[in-house]
């Protein structure tokens, strides 16, 4: 699947809170979490325009991914793609992209429970590491050199 990354703006703040609506609202009222003001107050607090990375595919914009470097580790927060991007390949090929740029690197990452996306980074190699009341920690060890795609 063919995409690239664009840098984001403090613009595209309002269009990447709609995205992670459209995106988790049915996830969120499963467990009964979804809060229009607090997806706000969340996206808000952790909108970064240095980490957050717009997914285009297709010529248009697919979604989007946070990556932030702490002295230990990288952190993937954010990753949402639109409907029609789904299923595809692309979620698994900007994964893929943002492990090989650090290889070697451990790479952690919070889902919410009884979401699908568990099982897909699961397949991608990312273990289990803790599990809060509503959410899973994963890592992805680096070990051996080379991302889970690759």
Known sequence: MIFAFRPTTEGDFEALLALSVRVMRAHLERVGRFDPARRRARMRACFDPVAFR???SEGRRAGCVAVVEHPDHREIHSFYLESWAQGRG????VLDAILAEQPGRSTRLEVLKESPAARFYERAGFRLVAEAPFDLFYEWSGVGG?????
């Open 146 to 150: 080379t991302a889970p795609g690759a």
């Open 90 to 93: 692309l979620g698994r090929a």
């Open 54 to 56: 717009l997914i285009e």
